[in-house]
């Protein structure tokens, strides 16, 4: 599987981006999906992640300001981000795992993403 991400940029605070991840292969939509991210200096974290099944799962940080949504159609993950805040500043990364199960660490990653970056001005 290779992750393809997009729509990254700069947006002042109280702003509003979509993140979006295209994924080659014909076995996407078995795969749990998500996104994480890395700030400088700091580890990478989970954004948000959605299973197969459509459960999802949100950084407490997160949590009302960010959707995770995936179109198994288009093999394609998104993530829409509003109320952005200068704390939201990363690379953001997609990724899937095979293993069907929530996302809760780098470590239940298979496949990785090139990052994007987003800088959220105050």
């Known amino acids: 599987v290779q992750l393809q991400a997009s729509g990254g940029g700069l947006v002042q605070a109280g702003g509003s981006l979509r993140l979006s991840c295209a994924a080659s292969?014909?076995?996407?939509?078995?795969?749990?999906t998500g996104w994480f991210r890395q700030a400088p200096g700091k580890q990478r974290e989970l954004v948000a992640g959605?299973?197969?099944?459509?459960?999802?799962n949100y950084a407490d940080s997160v949590k009302g300001r960010f959707t995770i949504s995936r179109d198994n159609a288009k093999n394609t993950v998104y993530l829409q981000m509003n109320s952005l805040k200068p704390e939201d500043t990363a690379v953001y990364y997609c990724?899937?795992?095979?293993?069907?199960?929530?996302?809760?660490?780098?470590?239940?990653?298979?496949?990785w993403g090139q990052g994007t970056q987003v800088t959220v001005s105050s």
């Open positions: 990724a899937a795992s095979r293993s069907g199960r929530n996302l809760r660490a780098s470590d239940d990653v298979d496949y």
């Open positions: 292969g014909r076995t996407f939509s078995t795969y749990t």
């Open positions: 959605v299973t197969r099944g459509g459960s999802t």
